[in-house]
């Protein structure tokens, strides 16, 4: 009884059982939003190229580049909410404002375009299949974020599924836009409408796996 608290709480600490760390962080963050992006434009330009005179729209047409900046912050902040969802308990309920806001700021850029388009309207860069482009490439990066949450304690296995396919959507959606015509009505229907497709299916990813994990499994008695 003559330990002090200190050596007690030392002695039951070297008495615990080692374990492998499971994390996940800002590091994983962005490495798979880099990695993600990289995958998705060499498919991307592997499909098509991109919109000729592109680079000059970004100089010439200042809100169009307002709506690429704000793209990349919305989209940086979707994914960096997608992997706090391995992180349980913590408090991301202001992250998640910033992201929602930052969304609604980037998408109705393509709303009020319907009424007051942000450059010259035309077919030029038309992609045949911009639509299904969108979702398929979208898959590698959804595959990806899948395996980085899985390292964390994801407690709701949907709404983290949903989260990742959207945001694993999204880079592709927004690629669209520097590769694809520019039209906003057409970039709101096959260009970011695929992208709530993609998180449906990495919702029911996210199904499968918290049912698999919540199984019992069988125990076999002697």
Known sequence: ??????DVINQLVEDLPTGNIRWVGTTQTIVWLILGTIMTVVLTIMAGPLRPGVGEQLVSEPRFLLETILGVVAITSAGVVAIKTAVPAGNHAKLVVFTV?????????????LYFPTMELGMLGKRAHCLWETILFALPTMAMGFWIVKRGYVLNWPLAGFA????????PGYLMQLACMYDARHILTAHIAPVFVVGILGALVGVSIQYWSNRPRRVDTI
């Open 1 to 6: 009884m003559n330990q002090t608290r200190n």
């Open 101 to 113: 806001i930052a969304m609604i700021l980037w998408l109705s850029n393509y709303v009020i375009g």
């Open 164 to 171: 990742i396919g959207l945001v694993a959507g999204f880079i």
